[in-house]
């Protein structure tokens, strides 16, 4: 069975930074692709970025480049999100996902598991 436990989230003021954490066990981490996605409160939930088990590639959606980068350590079987620049639309709770697909899709739906998820408040 696979378990996704995500950390780093809090309260962080507008223009800081935070470094979400996603360790990944009971599957073979190294060939997953792996997802971030974020729910705002009272919104649907939507992608922000995406690495391939290889690392060699990332995703990202339009509105996080540039700000923040999803890295991954296979050897700690990890994936990281590194936001700076936050600003209070980045408010929401954060989840990371894997998938068995080779690159980094934006839907939910190519994503068998999930995280319970970590809130990031940033406040103005």
């Known amino acids: 069975q696979v378990q996704l436990v995500e950390s780093g989230g809090g309260l962080v003021q507008t223009g800081g930074s935070l470094r979400l954490s996603c360790a990944l066990s009971g599957r073979t981490f190294s060939r997953s692709t792996m997802g971030w996605f974020r729910q705002p409160p009272g919104k649907e939930r939507e992608f922000v970025g995406a690495?391939?088990?290889?690392?060699?590639?990332?995703y990202y959606a339009d509105f996080v480049k540039g700000r923040f980068t999803v890295s991954r350590d296979n050897a700690k079987n990890t994936v990281y999100l590194q936001m700076n620049d936050l600003k209070p639309e980045d408010t929401a709770v954060y989840y990371c996902?894997?998938?068995?697909?080779?690159?980094?899709?934006?839907?939910?739906?190519?994503?068998?598991?999930w995280g319970q998820g970590t809130l990031v408040t940033v406040s103005s």
């Open positions: 690495i391939s088990w290889s690392a060699s590639n990332t």
């Open positions: 996902a894997a998938s068995a697909l080779s690159y980094g899709s934006s839907s939910g739906s190519s994503y068998h598991s």
